[in-house]
């Protein structure tokens, strides 16, 4: 209910209704997976109203939970880590960024995870290497994300494919079909408003 209203459009109702679960979740002893999910929603939702302060410090309580035992949270900690990178490129720490991007690949990786989730961590990584002019960096990223945009059968009309490859093309000088593919892009969430969240963690 919390994911509906947020996408919706109702962040408020959305954060009430997530610090309720997870109030609610919080004392059980064997906690259900749930109980994860519902707190890495409530990132999104904090992200979603802007509160970054609350959002980071909050992450840094679940990162620091997670790796107590990071065996057996590696695909969480994934996850975690690309919320916690969106959340510092958002505030311009870019330096942060790019770490918590890079580590979340890594356990990404090592989950053997391909999702949408690992393609938006490649362009995002890309988009702050193109910030500090680190072009062939930049291409790798956009490269790696259309790549496992391709593994996990992306309709080449998607969204984030469309994304991908524009920055991609712009960064081959191939400028016709960047700017052909970005426009695509910007029709298509014209038509259907996407909200962008990590996938992987609410397959």
């Not at 679940?62 to 969480?76: A, F, G, H």
């Not at 690949?105 to 002019?133: M, P, T, V, W």
């Not at 991609?168 to 029709?187: P, W, Y």
């Amino acid at each position: 209910m919390a994911w509906v209203l947020l996408v919706s459009g109702d962040s408020k109702n959305s954060l009430r209704q997530v610090i309720a679960c997870i109030k609610l979740m919080r004392n059980i002893e064997n906690k259900h997976q749930l109980y994860m999910e519902a707190r890495q929603l409530h990132i999104d939702i904090l992200h979603e109203r802007c509160e970054y302060k609350k959002a980071h410090n909050y992450l840094k309580e679940i990162e620091s939970e997670l790796l107590e035992n990071e065996e057996n949270n590696v695909i969480e900690l994934g996850t975690v880590l690309k919320k916690k990178g969106s959340v510092l490129q958002a505030i311009g720490r870019s330096k942060e960024a790019v770490e918590a991007f890079s580590k979340s690949i890594e356990f990404k990786q090592r989950a053997e995870e391909q999702s949408y989730g690992l393609a938006s961590c490649f362009c995002q990584l890309g988009d702050l290497h193109l910030e500090q002019k680190a072009i062939p960096a930049a291409k790798e990223n956009y490269e790696m994300a259309l790549t496992t945009l391709a593994a996990v059968k992306c309709d080449p009309e998607h969204v984030s494919f469309l994304i991908a490859t524009g920055k991609s093309r712009f960064l081959k000088n191939d400028f016709a079909h960047c700017f052909a593919s970005l426009e695509q892009a910007r029709e298509a969430v014209s038509v259907t408003p996407l909200y962008l969240m990590d996938q992987s963690a609410y397959d």
